[in-house]
C-alpha cells in the first residue's frame, strides 16, 4: 500500500501512525530501537504489505498491468489505490480527507526526530502536494513522474497513468472489493497488539 492507505490504517495512535508511515524506511530487526507505539507502527507496515502482496484481488490488479512494467506493478497497483481511497474517501474516513492530512503532518511534525532522515526531506512535499493530489488523475501523473526520475535506474514508472486510465473501472472495483478486507486485517492486527 501506499502513503494514504498506510495512514488510514493506523487507528487512533499518534505514535502508530507515525510507524506506520515509517515503514519503507525502516530495514531489518525493530527490537530495541524504538518506542512500542512506533514499534508498533513500523509491524503494521509490514503486516500490511505483507497481506496485500499475498492477497488475490492486489494480484488480480497487478495482472491488469502491462508485463512492460515488471516489477513496478505492484509500485503502480500501491498508488492506484492510494487513488481511489483519496477519491472515495467519504466511504472510508472519519473526517474529510484535506483535514485528516492537516492531521497528519502535525503528527509527524511533532515527531519528526524520531523519523529516518530519508522521509523527513520527503514530509513537506508529500503532505503538501502528493497526498492531496492523489484524488486527480493529473495529480498522480505527476506522483509517478517524480518517483521515475527519483530512481536511479531506467525505469517505466512514468508512463504509470496511462495504465490506470485503461483499466480504471475494473480496477477501482478490485480496491472497492480489496480495501475491506484490509481495513478489517489492520484494525484486527491493531486489537490484538494491544490487548
Same mark, same amino acid.
Given at each position: 500500500?501506499? #502513503?494514504?492507505?498506510? =495512514?488510514?490504517?493506523?487507528?487512533?495512535?499518534?505514535?502508530?501512525?507515525?510507524?506506520?508511515?515509517?515503514?519503507?524506511?525502516? @530495514?531489518?530487526? =525493530?527490537?530495541?530501537?524504538?518506542?512500542?507505539?512506533?514499534?508498533?507502527?513500523?509491524?503494521?507496515?509490514?503486516?500490511?504489505?505483507?497481506?496485500?502482496? $499475498?492477497?488475490? =484481488?492486489?494480484?488480480?490488479?497487478? $495482472?491488469?498491468?502491462?508485463?512492460? #512494467?515488471?516489477?513496478?506493478?505492484?509500485?503502480?497497483?500501491?498508488? !492506484?489505490?492510494?487513488? #481511489?481511497?483519496?477519491?472515495?474517501?467519504?466511504?472510508?474516513?472519519?473526517?474529510?480527507?484535506?483535514?485528516?492530512?492537516?492531521?497528519?503532518?502535525?503528527?509527524?511534525?511533532?515527531?519528526?526526530?524520531?523519523?529516518?532522515?530519508?522521509?523527513?526531506?520527503?514530509?513537506?512535499?508529500?503532505?503538501?502536494?502528493?497526498?492531496?493530489?492523489?484524488?486527480?488523475?493529473?495529480?498522480?501523473?505527476?506522483?509517478?513522474?517524480?518517483?521515475?526520475?527519483?530512481?536511479?535506474?531506467?525505469?517505466?514508472?512514468?508512463?504509470?497513468?496511462?495504465?490506470? @486510465?485503461?483499466? !480504471?473501472?475494473?480496477?477501482?472495483?478490485?480496491?472497492?472489493?480489496?480495501?475491506?478486507?484490509?481495513?478489517?486485517?489492520?484494525?484486527? #492486527?491493531?486489537?490484538?497488539?494491544?490487548?
Amino acid at each position: 500500500m501506499n #502513503f494514504l492507505a498506510h =495512514l488510514a490504517l493506523s487507528g487512533e495512535v499518534p505514535e502508530t501512525l507515525v510507524g506506520n508511515l515509517m515503514g519503507d524506511f525502516v @530495514k531489518g530487526r =525493530l527490537e530495541g530501537r524504538f518506542p512500542p507505539g512506533i514499534r508498533l507502527g513500523i509491524e503494521l507496515h509490514r503486516k500490511i504489505d505483507s497481506f496485500a502482496g $499475498q492477497n488475490e =484481488l492486489f494480484i488480480r490488479s497487478k $495482472q491488469r498491468i502491462d508485463a512492460r #512494467f515488471g516489477l513496478y506493478r505492484g509500485v503502480l497497483v500501491d498508488l !492506484y489505490y492510494d487513488h #481511489f481511497l483519496a477519491l472515495n474517501w467519504q466511504d472510508y474516513g472519519r473526517l474529510p480527507l484535506q483535514r485528516f492530512i492537516d492531521n497528519a503532518s502535525a503528527i509527524l511534525e511533532e515527531h519528526r526526530e524520531m523519523l529516518p532522515e530519508r522521509l523527513q526531506l520527503r514530509l513537506a512535499e508529500l503532505f503538501s502536494d502528493w497526498l492531496p493530489s492523489y484524488r486527480e488523475l493529473d495529480g498522480i501523473d505527476r506522483v509517478l513522474k517524480r518517483m521515475s526520475a527519483r530512481l536511479k535506474r531506467a525505469n517505466p514508472l512514468g508512463d504509470g497513468a496511462s495504465e490506470l @486510465k485503461s483499466h !480504471y473501472g475494473a480496477l477501482e472495483e478490485d480496491f472497492r472489493r480489496f480495501f475491506p478486507q484490509l481495513r478489517a486485517y489492520a484494525a484486527d #492486527f491493531r486489537r490484538e497488539k494491544v490487548c
